[in-house]
Structures are given as C-alpha cells and as structure tokens.
C-alpha cells in the first residue's frame, strides 16, 4: 500500500508540474504586457523597465519558470498585477465561494444520479427508464450557461421563486451581517447561528448549485444504470435472487455495491471539471468566487495570479483523484497491482 500510495502522489506532483509548465508557455505567448498593467495606464517608459525589473520579467523564461517553482516550494505563489496582493492570499478569500458551490452541487448530482439509475436499471426499456436516460443525455449535453439563463428565466423572473443572483441579499448585510470564519458563507451563517443569513445564503445557492449539478448527475445516473445491469448477471446476483431476496434488496443492497467504485472515480474526475464549470456559473449568477477573480487576472494578463488559479485547480483535481485512488487502493487490494 505504502508502495502504491508513493507512485500515485509521485505521478500527482508530475501532473502538476506539467500543468504549470504548460500554462506558464501558454502565458508568456500571449500578447501583453504585465509590467505596463503593473505600472499603470499613465506611466512613462522608464516605470514600465523598473516594473519590468521588480516583476523579474527581464530574465530569461528558464529562469522565471524556475524562480517561480521555488516560490511556490516556500508557499510564495507571487504577487497579483491588478490587486497588488499575494495571490495565494487573494485565492485564499475567492476560493471557499467556489468550493462551496462545487461540493453543494456534487451532493445533489450523488443524490440524485444514484436512485435515479437504479430505478432506471430496475425498469429497462420501461417509460421511467427511457425518462431518466433522455433527462441524463440532456443535462450532459446541454450548455451551462444555456441552462443558467433558462433557470434565472423561469423561477426568478416568472415565477419569483428564487433570487436571480447573488451569494444572499444584501439588505442582510445591515440587519443581520455575516461574520466571515470559514469564507463559506453557508457553514459561517450556520456557526453563527444567524439564521436569516443562513436562509438567504441557501436560497442564493440553489440555482448555481442545480446548473452545476446537472452535468455530473446525468453521468452518475447513466453509470449507475450501466454498472447495475452489469452486475445482474453476476453469481451472487443470481444466489441472492435463488434464496429469495426481494427484488429491492437485489438491486440496493447486491448489485448497487458494485457501482459505487466508479461512480466514487468519476465523482472525483468531475470536480475538477465542475470548479472551471463554475467560473462560467459565477459570472452569470455574480457569484463571488474564483471566476471573477480568474476572468480579472485574464483581462489585465495578471500572469502570477493566472498561473496561481490554475496551480490551484489542478490541486484540487489532482488532491480528489488521489483521494478516491487510495480509497479504492485500501478497499480492494487488486487495486494495488495496476
């Protein structure tokens, strides 16, 4: 195990240096200047070569990539161009929104993709089944922000069901204001016991969570109903079914088991997706997270925090994997020999 868990983190760090690589190329080909942005709209030529010089733009790219990986090994991610902050500080304060709205989203996806495949497997062919795969190939298929728009159209124009935008109402701000501990404004509204607050905070997450959500949902639910069909044939399947199991304890407690070791793979491969997928979600939901820092840092070629939120990204998607590998890993030992 300890063998295994060494190659997995080793290829984890790899993966991530390439990306840091990748995106620092990526970067550096783009038109722009970063020293100018650092400097100012209005500054002479001679601002712009000491801003150049402060930045460390003047060496070579080797040598910037270089200083840059030994930033990031004493916890140093550089320093913004447009807020004149450190980045890690400034991903520090967007990220938890962000987070929050993934996890929220990937507990409705596994809540609902879940029983949503059984039943699906359970009536194959039936209209149910036929239902749930056209509903599966419609969230996965459909574009987010398609479905945002469409969402905000229809419960918080027509229906004024739900707030359109936003993370809660800012009238709360006066009455009842939110202390920031954690940065996730649910869990600090909860530890507060600020229960107005709580209420808005829960009702605002509802629609960027349901457009997050949908993807991944889809994926789970059609996995589920594969993997469970699958599994029907199984020996043990049809040992249960010969001592009379009930029909429901067949496919929850016997053939579900089977599913849940891809749909856990595919839970954390879709994490990663659905923190990008939310920097489109964000700006269409004024969601205050990684995406509007992200789109900030692109408008103004702010390459230290470019680079910051992607190395930040790829943590996490990277971090999630490794999890559900060593997870699989201490479950099932065959896992072990891949």
Known sequence: MLVFAARRIALAIGVIA????????????????????WAGPHATAAQIARARR??????????????????????????????HQPVLSDIASAAPASLELVITALLLAVAAGVPLGLVSARRPGRPADQLIRAG????????IFWMALILQLVFAQRLRWLPAAGEYSPALLFTHPLVRRTGLPVIDALLAGNWPMLGSTLVHLILPAVVVAAYPAGLIARMVRAQ???????????NARALGFPERQVFGRFALKL??????AAVALVFGYSLV?????????DWPGLGS??????????????????????????????????????????????
């Open 18 to 37: 390439g990306v840091l690589v990748v995106t620092f190329a990526v970067v550096h080909l783009v038109p722009g200047d970063p020293a100018a942005a």
């Open 54 to 83: 402060a930045l460390g733009l003047d060496r070579p790219v080797p040598a910037q990539l270089a200083s840059y990986f030994a930033g990031i090994a004493t916890g140093n991610w550089g320093t913004s161009i447009h807020t």
């Open 136 to 143: 599966s190939i419609l969230g996965v298929s459909m574009p």
């Open 228 to 238: 469970v069909l699958d599994a029907l044939g199984e020996a043990h399947i049809l």
């Open 259 to 264: 599913a849940w070791t891809p749909v856990a």
């Open 277 to 285: 997928n939310t920097f489109l979600v964000e700006s269409i939901f």
């Open 293 to 338: 820092y992200a789109a900030a840092s692109i408008t103004t070629l702010d390459t230290p925090a470019i680079l910051g939120v992607t190395l930040f990204v790829a943590i996490a998607y990277v971090l999630a994997n490794l999890i559900v590998d060593l997870a699989q890993a201490a479950i099932d030992p065959r896992i072990r020999l891949r």
